[in-house]
């Protein structure tokens, strides 16, 4: 075997389905709205708005560190905003995309390490926000009563 050139089947009749996988048509949607990020976007945004509000207010005496706040908010707003843009671009352009489908209330929903309650998905994509906001919130109760 030292020394010999091994191919390759060319044809995607030998070929396995990995290599070849089979073909999509133009009538298949090429994603579909599972109501995930309606459910889930809600959530977040109170969660990093309350967030940056009560920072805000926090420090609203201290110039250096409010300009620090308002610095994260503008972050904050591209890093939400250029998907959400995007999203609706999408929408509007691509007549692929299903915005209306029967999954979207299935209780079962399509990751990319398989099937997941919907709930669980749900938790998955709201546990950090909300951890953060209240790790900050609390880091915000510090502050406030080591400045008292």
Not at 116 to 138: D, G, H, N, Y
């Amino acid at each position: 075997m030292h020394g010999e050139l091994v191919t390759l089947p060319l044809s995607t009749e030998t070929a396995p389905a990995v290599i070849a996988p089979a073909s999509r048509s133009n009538t298949t949607p090429a994603d579909y709205d599972d109501g995930l990020l309606g459910q889930a976007l809600p959530i977040i945004g109170v969660a990093y708005g309350s967030m940056f509000l009560l920072a805000a207010a926090i420090f609203w005496s201290d110039g250096s560190a409010f300009f620090a706040v308002m610095v994260s908010v503008g972050y904050a707003m591209m890093y939400f905003g250029v998907p959400i843009l995007m999203g609706q671009t999408r929408r509007t352009h691509d007549g692929r995309w299903t915005a209306q489908d029967h999954r979207s209330n299935a209780q079962f929903v399509d990751t990319f390490t398989g099937p997941l309650k919907r709930w669980e998905a749900l938790l998955q994509m709201v546990l950090i926000p909300i951890a953060v906001s209240i790790t900050f919130i609390a880091f915000c109760i510090i502050w406030v009563v080591q400045s008292a």
